[in-house]
């Protein structure tokens, strides 16, 4: 995606790239409506102020289904996040991003995975049958989850380390912890 981009990636097979797309310095497209799959790197990759509307893609088989970092802020709705060997999202270095309607899971590691400086809203997504947590916080992160469906991951349903996020309204269960 080029700098300052807007426009729209819709209706695409992804695959066996770095990154699937990643939208960096003010980019704003909209990305829907694809299958993005065999990435080195992240599906989606948002850095250095990206941001975007990304819905209804169907991401899988890839290190990170989607980075977002550097004052980026995507709104991520209805995506199908699956079989990821790192985690479903990670958010970190001052990234953020809204999360609302999607399924992460069958991961090898976490659902999502907030490293330091992230601070996302996760709100009512399906986070199940991960190798790692549900919701893993390092130190120094922050978010808000809420009204998530958690169940089925081998750790804990949220694991928090040294960080104070705001977390209320959700059902974890069948997560078997350390």
Same mark, same amino acid.
């Given at each position: 995606?080029?700098?300052?981009?807007?426009?729209?990636?819709? =209706?695409?097979?992804?695959?066996? %790239?770095?990154?699937?797309?990643?939208?960096?310095?003010?980019? @704003?497209?909209?990305?829907?409506? /694809?299958?993005?799959?065999?990435?080195?790197? %992240?599906?989606?990759?948002?850095?250095?102020?990206?941001?975007?509307?990304? =819905?209804?893609?169907?991401? #899988?088989?890839?290190?990170?289904?989607?980075?977002?970092? &550097?004052?980026?802020?995507?709104?991520?709705?209805?995506? *199908?996040?699956?079989?990821?060997? @790192?985690?479903?999202?990670?958010?970190?270095? !001052?990234?953020?991003?809204?999360?609302?309607?999607?399924? +992460? @899971?069958?991961?090898? $590691?976490?659902? #999502?995975?907030?490293? !330091?400086?992230?601070?996302? +809203?996760?709100?009512?997504?399906?986070?199940?049958?991960?190798?790692?947590?549900?919701? *893993?916080?390092?130190?120094?992160?922050?978010?808000?989850?809420?009204?998530?469906?958690? *169940? &089925?991951?081998?750790?804990?349903?949220? @694991?928090?380390?040294?960080?104070?996020?705001?977390?209320?309204?959700? !059902?974890?269960?069948?997560? +078997? $912890? /350390?």
């Amino acid at each position: 995606m080029s700098r300052d981009g807007l426009g729209t990636i819709t =209706k695409n097979v992804i695959t066996s %790239a770095l990154d699937g797309v990643c939208v960096e310095s003010g980019g @704003y497209p909209t990305i829907e409506a /694809n299958h993005i799959s065999g990435c080195s790197r %992240a599906g989606l990759r948002f850095l250095s102020s990206g941001h975007g509307e990304v =819905k209804n893609n169907i991401i #899988f088989d890839s290190v990170t289904g989607i980075v977002i970092g &550097e004052l980026s802020n995507p709104n991520v709705d209805s995506n *199908y996040i699956r079989n990821m060997s @790192y985690a479903g999202a990670c958010i970190g270095d !001052k990234g953020t991003g809204t999360f609302t309607n999607n399924e +992460l @899971y069958l991961g090898k $590691g976490d659902g #999502f995975r907030v490293e !330091k400086g992230g601070f996302p +809203l996760i709100e009512r997504n399906k986070i199940f049958q991960n190798s790692g947590a549900g919701v *893993y916080f390092e130190p120094e992160a922050g978010g808000k989850v809420v009204k998530n469906d958690i *169940y &089925e991951c081998s750790s804990n349903g949220i @694991y928090i380390e040294n960080c104070p996020p705001q977390v209320h309204d959700n !059902k974890i269960h069948h997560c +078997l $912890g /350390n």
